[in-house]
């Protein structure tokens, strides 16, 4: 039978000796490096800041500063003219939808409201054509992009339309 020695245990103390020789030999070996590395050039300076005028506070209107389109400009705009000429082009249609099947006795709608003139349809037709045209005589006066114009007419041109299939399937 062989006899083993036994192992003695290290203690806190021999720990902390051993870590601080080791830091002790890492440090002077960086510094003997350190020393052979050539000194490097300092850090460009800033200049001094100018002096520049602050930003303009904006406010709900100061600062919107849209292009002077002339009216003209934009009343003979291709743009302009064929959204208000389509909104006016629906409007007459669903006018004269109304007065034929009212002037030709097909209606057999309850609420008959008795048979009106073009005159008055297209007048009941106006307020939705102004709103259209003065939306898009705005856009254009503040020149904004011209491919969001039909979304200005795709709510009244959908009123039209049902009201026009309305009285097409509701009239025989």
């Known amino acids: 039978m062989k006899r083993v020695t036994p192992v003695t245990p290290v203690t806190p103390v021999k720990q902390v000796l051993i870590i601080l020789s080791l830091a002790v030999i890492i440090s002077a070996s960086?510094?003997?490096a350190a020393q052979s590395v050539p000194d490097l050039p300092d850090a460009p300076r800033t200049q001094p800041a100018?002096?520049?005028?602050?930003?303009a506070k904006c406010g709900p209107w100061s600062?919107?500063?849209?292009?002077?389109?002339?009216?003209?400009e934009v009343l003979r705009s291709r743009s302009f003219l064929l959204s208000v000429g389509g909104e006016v082009g629906l409007a007459i249609g669903n006018a004269e939808v109304i007065h034929s099947k009212e002037a030709h006795g097909?209606?057999?709608?309850?609420?008959?409201?008795?048979?009106?003139?073009?005159?008055?349809?297209?007048?009941?037709?106006?307020?939705?054509?102004?709103?259209?045209?003065?939306?898009?005589?705005?856009?254009g006066k503040v020149k904004g992009p011209k491919y969001i114009v039909p979304g200005f007419n795709a709510y009244p041109a959908i009123v039209h339309i049902r009201n026009m299939v309305h009285w097409e399937e509701d009239c025989y």
């Open 30 to 32: 960086a510094r003997s």
């Open 63 to 72: 600062c919107w500063n849209y292009p002077d389109v002339p009216t003209l």
């Open 106 to 139: 097909q209606c057999s709608i309850l609420n008959h409201r008795g048979l009106e003139s073009r005159g008055r349809l297209y007048l009941g037709q106006a307020p939705i054509v102004a709103v259209v045209g003065v939306v898009d005589f705005v856009w």
């Open 50 to 55: 100018q002096y520049t005028q602050p930003a």
